[in-house]
């Protein structure tokens, strides 16, 4: 059975903070990716990764960086977290190759900063 | 932005009716992905249609899609009050490994027992 796990649930942090969301699979994919869900803007892309060490900027990468030093791992980081990055994030991971396009959903983490 | 839309944004419907989510997109695609969110939870990749099929099946799962309206539908048949959740269409725009997936607003539906 697939499996995405977080780190966090729920997050609680202060402005100015440095935040690490963790995303581990045991799916062996090389795929992974970091959403944030917000109300009415659906699901955005941050950041991907399509191997280890390797990242591309998604569609919303400002305030938001990344780390891939393991296959199976895949850090969101905050460096210095504001309020409006309090949200919903979505990591997700996925078989390479064309035709498998399938992402798996980790269960989120709620992340609130004050 | 080529971010998919889904309408209606929200649904309610007695147990036992059937539900349609309708998704549009801007441009042309590889393939278009159905995924499900139950509250506070990540997704579940439901069905994948590609470009040229028509139409796909699943269990109560019907997607159609129409590649010259650049629009699908997702109908469940004979609903249950476990179908509620939010829906969301995701498009595959590129065909290569990245296979970025852009996903819409989400449709938001309830079932009444």
């Known amino acids: 059975d697939v499996k995405v796990t977080q780190s966090s649930r729920y997050l609680v942090k202060r402005t100015g903070e440095k935040v690490f969301l963790e995303c581990v699979q045991d799916m062996d994919h090389e795929n992974m990716f970091w959403y944030r869900q917000d109300p009415g803007l659906g699901l955005r892309l941050i950041y991907f990764?399509?191997?280890?060490?390797?990242?591309e900027k998604g569609d919303i990468p400002e305030g938001y960086s990344v780390s891939r030093e393991k296959k199976e791992r895949f850090s969101l980081i905050l460096e210095s977290a504001s309020t409006n990055q309090t949200s919903m994030y979505l990591c997700?991971?996925?078989?390479?190759?064309?035709?498998?396009?399938?992402?798996?959903f980790g269960p989120g983490t709620r992340l609130t900063v004050t | 932005s080529q971010q998919g839309e889904e309408d209606p944004q929200a649904l309610s419907i007695q147990e036992g009716e059937n539900a349609t989510m309708n998704c549009s997109y801007k441009t042309s695609i590889n393939n278009l992905q159905w995924y499900r969110q139950n509250s506070g939870r990540g997704l579940v990749h439901l069905i994948l249609?590609?470009?040229?099929?028509r139409e796909k099946h699943s269990g109560r799962l019907r997607v159609t899609l129409d590649t010259s309206k650049k629009s699908s539908s997702l109908l469940i048949t004979a609903s249950r009050a476990a179908d509620t959740a939010s829906y969301f269409c995701a498009t595959v725009y590129d065909n290569t490994n990245a296979g970025k997936s852009t996903f819409g607003d989400g449709t938001t539906l309830t079932v009444k027992p």
């Open positions: 990764s399509y191997d280890v060490k390797m990242k």
């Open positions: 997700a991971s996925r078989a390479p190759g064309q035709g498998a396009y399938e992402q798996y």
């Open positions: 249609i590609r470009s040229n099929e």
